[in-house]
């Protein structure tokens, strides 16, 4: 079967048998079939269990083939000494998607990994294709389907896709709670980063692609497809296990060989896949890519309250490999308006010596962003903002109107004061501003934005 066929089973079911759905229901039960229930599921869903006739006012069959509809994708939340005799009971049913939710096969030493061999083999005996084991599964905002055990996760239809081996992005980041589908490939015994890929790479719904990889077994055809989908979108990598304790982690978490971090470095540089450092940074894509256009150059205008933040974000230029913009004459004479005779006008642009007293700071901000908008020799821009208790700084409102009349260039924003994180939230409300909490994390972005408008390109 077509890979991206095969994959709509495990994203896109009509129908769902939970295999070992437990009688334990309630706020506290981590039960994936009250879980799939809970969160809307469009398609059928069957639970499965031989010794209960009911659960949650749904029949529950003894066995798979009790079922009598056909069955697109078998979900197994058995512990692991049954899951050999289910998964031949799938194949023998003719089913060709299968999860094991259960550890205790390559991730549990030599014993488990021969074990986990014989599934595969029965699997693939039969046409069928597994994800995991020890894996939640898959989420869809799409079809309301997810099928992990954690009960908080919140659900909707954005336009990133997350490939992963953990769970950790079932529960959420702190800012990034919200994904649009995710595939938890747990050991990789056989549905690999590659197969993730190949069904993210003309799906309408995403734009944007977080790997979250301990190790890759087919590196060959990872290699193969991520470098035709990294000309569709931007892909991130973070790599985990770089560190000797890390890698021994990641082979009792996954079963994953870890390997050189250098290798990895040069495959992702041969790809176009863009690598992150941690969470934060991986958050931080996400936001920015979800949020702004791309930077068609690398020359970065700056318009600060505090000139201090100024010189902090030139220096995380230099360090990003960004340009600070020379503004034209143009500009200059129109930010000329607002400033006292004495001052040398220049990026970054001190908003702090402007005559903001008279002027008011929300027009102040307002007349200076947009000149900068509208030069040609920009091409990103970052505002360093304050966050205080003031009713006459409106920059709330300023701010995101102009960045919605010119969307060509993205603006980011560092903000500073005791309502930083509130004003912050506020500020990307309107979706076309990206706020972070460091200057750094701000520049960065946008050397990341520069960086896959030159990658997109080389793969056209």
Partial sequence: MDIVKQMKLFMEPQSVAVLGASRRTGKMSFN????????????KIYPVNPSVGEILGQKVYPNIKAIPDDIDLALITTPYKHVRSLVD?????????????????????????????????????????????????IANSQNRLNTAFVPEMQMKETSLGVICQSGLFFCGLPDMHLVGKIIDLGNCCDIGFADGLAYLEDDPATKLILLHIEGIKDGKRFMEISKRVSGKKPIFALKTGKSEAGAGAAQSHSGSMAGMDEVYDAVFKQCGIMRVNDLDEMQDMGKAFLTLPLMRGKRVAIATVTYGGGVSCLDACQAYNLEVAELSRSTINKIRELAPDWLDLKNPVD???????????????SITLEALLRDDKVDGITLILPAMNSDSWNLLETTPKLAMRYKEKPIVCWMYGNRCHEYSDELEKGGEIAAFPTIERAILALARLYEYGKIKKERL
């Fill in 32 to 43: 994936a079939f009250q879980n799939i229930l809970n969160f809307g599921f469009k398609g």
């Fill in 89 to 137: 009971e799938c194949v023998e049913s003719g089913i060709r998607a299968i999860i094991v939710v259960s550890g205790g096969f390559a991730d549990a030493g030599e014993e488990g990994k021969a074990f986990q061999g014989e599934i595969i083999e029965i699997a693939r005996g039969g046409n069928a294709r597994i994800i995991g084991p020890n894996s939640m599964g």
């Fill in 351 to 365: 908003l702090g010596a402007l005559n903001f007293m008279k002027h008011g700071l929300d027009k102040t901000l």
